[in-house]
């Protein structure tokens, strides 16, 4: 896999069937490892290790409803009372971020209301804080670490 824009972190791998599985720590089960995978992982390391991110308040790869369609967020953060923090949408490396991409996790915040936007392809990385008054996103240079 493609060495990413994160620090270095352990992972736990196994191959099943001639394919790579990486273990998803907030999934508890190992995935098979895509490029987009490898770039979730790191990220969700990133948010534990570097961001102080309890595990027990971020979620993987679960499906919500946009404008009556399934669809299913990267990562979600979680504020202890139940509301969302954050919002992560993790592309492959190969992906390049557009406003496509932006346009895309701001439909998955249409039901999410979180107060931040993280978008990543593992290379480049970009933060927004939202301030749902002005109706506006700030840009960021970083997402805030975690705190009660």
């Given at each position: ?104 996790i ?13 978008v ?24 805030s670490?975690?705190?009660?």
């Open positions: 896999m493609v060495k990413l824009n994160f620090p270095p972190y352990q992972f736990r791998f196994k191959n099943s069937e001639n394919k790579t599985a990486i273990f998803d720590v907030l999934r508890k089960k190992f995935v098979i490892l895509t490029p987009e995978e490898w770039v979730r992982q790191h990220t969700i390391q990133y948010l534990i290790h570097e961001k102080n991110y309890p595990k027990q308040l971020l979620n993987a790869e679960k499906q919500l409803k946009v404008n009556k369609l399934t669809r299913r967020y990267d990562i979600v953060g979680y504020n202890p009372n139940g509301s969302i923090n954050l919002i992560v949408e993790c592309k492959a490396p190969s992906v390049k971020i557009t406003q496509e991409t932006f346009d895309q701001a439909r998955y915040n249409l039901s999410l209301q979180a107060e931040q936007l993280m990543t392809n593992g290379l480049s990385h970009y933060y927004c804080q939202l301030d749902y008054e002005l109706e506006k996103y700030h840009f960021l240079r970083e997402i670490a975690y705190s009660l």
